[in-house]
């Protein structure tokens, strides 16, 4: 039997990146994966191939609606070839996740393919693909299994009409009309895919706002960008049947007055979340215990209630995002080996990859208010930019909201071109504890979408902003 110091189970960007700092800090690591490809939901179906499908319709978008106005003249239809661009997609999901093969060589981590669940607190069963089985030794266990797909109960998912996320990725046409029940993060950016290669979409959403989560500022200027799109948007709506007919799916819910509605359309994604991922691991063999939402309990180390065991990623509490799981990945592997490392789970910034892009880091104002903290706004248009107008890309605004009576930056958010990239220099100000002032007095080069980060720093400091 093999013996290890550290077993990681699943692959994905918490349990491969945990793997690497094992290793990096002298550890005999394994990682497990039940699939034939490393990189877990992010790289294979989730992150990855989604950004990748996000970008090739975009550069169509501009293709036929923009390429004139830059004095882009084309000859003759631009067409779409999907089978190309999904083929494109998993041609950059095969290179990502090949990298991953490379770094487990690269740091000598031994690389088990096949589902691993627990057999004790110290001993992990691999049931091979091939169909035999192996037992691995390890003093530490990292639980890394992810998530998946949510679903309503009442809803069959036949995965060619009625569809996941992950089918919505490999796609054998465009939709004509594609019904997406729940706006959050996954559920708007397949739309928009779809909605730019020629589909209608129609979003249907539980909650009185689209993008719940985040600033209702943020929410409220999107569904006003994605209604301009010719999305067609409906909130507060209860969604009660799902049904197949032949090659259409309808969808009837209650809207806000009580009242029954329809929708029909010739593909259904459901996007109403995800779910921990915890089938088949075994953790009671372990003495592991889940909470009720079957999540894998964890302590502030995120340690189990069994001391050489640990959990990591969506299977554990908190927003499910890649690049949560990846710093607790590495906090872990540090803890393993004695080092004392932290996560500000308040400075993980959020990402909605549509076009304009949303992100925040810190509090909302609602969660502001909700505390009792007195906080001032400063707003800043991103059509005020000229790199804004250089671009086209008009729609938007910074908002970065600071301590009243310290100026202390408590939360910033953001929609607009390159959002996803400009809310790192948020991440980094608010670790470094700066003021709203500290921004304002720091250069920021023009012409640059991150100007407008300057401004509403201004704006936050003596409403001074300097463009608008």
Avoid at 25 to 43: D, F, V, W
Wanted: proline content about 2%; aromatic content about 6%.
């Amino acid at each position: 039997m093999n013996s290890y110091d550290v077993a990681v189970i699943g692959s994905g960007p918490g349990g491969y990146v945990a793997a690497i700092r094992c290793a990096q800090l002298g550890m005999k690591t394994a990682i497990i994966e039940k699939y034939s490809t490393l990189g877990g939901t992010c790289l294979n179906v989730g992150c990855i191939p989604s950004k990748a499908l996000l970008d090739s319709s975009h550069h169509y978008e501009e293709a036929i609606k923009h390429f004139d106005t830059h004095g882009i003249e084309i000859s003759g239809d631009v067409k779409v070839n999907l089978e190309k661009m999904i083929a494109r997609k998993q041609a950059v999901v095969d290179q990502t996740t090949g990298g991953i093969d490379f770094l487990m060589k690269k740091n000598k981590i031994d690389v088990y393919e096949g589902l691993g669940s627990f057999k004790d607190a110290t001993h992990v069963n691999i049931a091979k693909n091939d169909g035999t089985t192996e037992e691995i030794e390890a003093k530490n266990i990292i639980i890394a299994t992810g998530s998946k797909p949510s679903n309503l109960p009442f809803i069959t998912l036949d995965k060619e009409r009625v569809i996941t996320s992950t089918e919505a990725l490999k796609l054998k046409e465009i939709p004509k009309h594609l019904l997406v029940i729940g706006g959050g993060v996954i559920g708007l950016e397949l739309g928009q895919v779809y909605k730019r290669l020629g589909a209608e979409v129609t979003v249907i959403e539980y909650a009185d706002r689209i993008i719940g989560g985040m600033d209702a500022g943020l929410s409220k200027e999107l569904t006003k960008v994605l209604k301009k799109q010719k999305f067609k948007i409906n909130t507060s709506h209860g969604v009660k049947s799902v049904e197949r007919v032949g090659d259409e799916v309808v969808v009837k819910a209650d809207n806000k007055k009580g009242e029954e509605v329809e929708f029909r359309g010739d593909y259904c994604l459901v996007s109403v979340g995800r779910r921990p991922y915890t089938d088949g691991l075994n953790a009671e063999a372990a003495g592991v215990k889940l909470d009720d939402r079957g999540r894998v309990e964890v302590n502030a180390h995120l340690q189990t209630n069994v001391s050489n065991i640990y959990a990591i990623g969506d299977v554990v509490k908190g927003a499910m995002l890649a690049h949560k799981a990846s710093e607790e990945g590495s906090m872990v592997a540090e803890i393993i080996a004695g080092q004392k490392p932290h996560i500000d789970y308040n400075l993980i910034p959020g990402v909605v990859y549509t076009w304009p892009e949303v992100a925040a880091v810190g509090k909302t104002e609602q969660e502001l208010k909700d505390a009792g903290v007195k906080y001032k706004a400063g707003q800043f248009p991103m059509r005020a930019l000229g790199r804004s107008r250089a671009s086209m890309d008009l729609d938007g605004f910074i908002k970065i909201l600071a301590d009243e009576a310290t100026d202390e930056i408590l939360g910033v958010h953001m929609i607009g071109a390159r959002a996803a990239d400009l809310i790192a220099e948020a991440v980094v100000a608010m670790e470094y504890r700066a003021s709203a002032e500290d921004i304002a007095r720091m250069s920021h080069a023009h012409p640059t979408f991150a100007e407008a980060i300057k401004e509403a720093a201004l704006a936050a400091t003596e409403d001074r902003a300097l463009h608008v």
